[in-house]
């Protein structure tokens, strides 16, 4: 099993407070993505605390699952309430079935890991979720509509990670990663954040 070291008890503690702030309104816009779409069987790759599933748990949606590799991350999980809902498992190798679910999250994940593990996970989410389904990825986006000061503010929370960490956040930007792994599928949705350095995409599964 993969292991992810770098998110200590500390940082997990605070993860979902620190953040509140900044990214409600991401959260928000992934929940309307998904109720929209009337997806009721949807996974979080890579869920972390679970923040985002609450969010979808309290729009009502059905059937949720979360999967991440982090012990920390996942005990924050689960005194959120989400026991049932996330637990261990390397996303870019599920156990889950071809076209389980109506949408897979993807959020502030393919940018931190390896660039192969990155395309696994993506790869993963376009076969557990039905053609028709929906990709949804949220992470860092740098291009003229980013601010100076989100592109300075996400590269400084960044490099404070550090290690391999910062390595393949800088690899995943500079070879503009996620456009090669959804090349040939329809952008249902585009939305920018955080002073246009965070995107929403949306992408048709097919
Ligand atoms: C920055 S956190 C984002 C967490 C959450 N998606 C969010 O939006 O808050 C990235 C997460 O990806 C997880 N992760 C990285 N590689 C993974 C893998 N191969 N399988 C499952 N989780 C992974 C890390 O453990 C971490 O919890």
């Known amino acids: ?14 993860y979902d407070t620190a953040l509140h702030i900044p990214i409600r309104k991401i959260r928000q816009s992934v929940t309307r993505v998904i109720t929209h779409h009337k997806a009721q069987n ?9 923040n985002q599933l ?19 991350m996942l ?13 261990k498992m390397d996303a870019s190798q599920t156990d889950f079935k071809d076209n389980s ?8 994940s393919l940018h931190e890991t390896h660039a192969d593990i990155a395309n696994a996970i993506f790869n993963e989410a376009r076969r557990i979720v039905k053609s028709g389904g929906l990709l949804v990825v ?17 590269r400084a929370v960044e ?9 393949n956040f800088k690899y995943f930007m500079n070879h503009d990663l996620l456009s090669s792994f959804s090349k040939g599928l329809k952008v249902a949705r585009c939305q920018r954040f955080l002073l246009g350095a965070a995107a929403l995409w949306v992408y048709e599964n097919r």
């Open 101 to 108: 679910f109506d949408a897979a999250v993807m959020s502030f």
């Open 1 to 14: 099993m993969l292991q992810h070291n770098h998110y200590s008890r500390f940082l997990t503690f605070i």
């Open 54 to 72: 609450l969010y979808l748990q309290k729009a009502n949606i059905q059937y949720l699952k979360g999967v991440d590799v982090s012990d920390n």
């Open 42 to 50: 949807v996974i979080d790759l890579c869920c972390g605390t679970g």
């Open 138 to 154: 949220v992470d860092y986006c740098f291009d003229e509509k980013t601010h100076f000061l989100g592109r300075f503010a996400a």
């Open 159 to 167: 490099k404070m990670v550090g290690g391999d960490h910062y390595r």
């Open 75 to 87: 005990r924050q999980a689960k005194l959120s309430g989400l026991s049932d809902v996330c637990f």
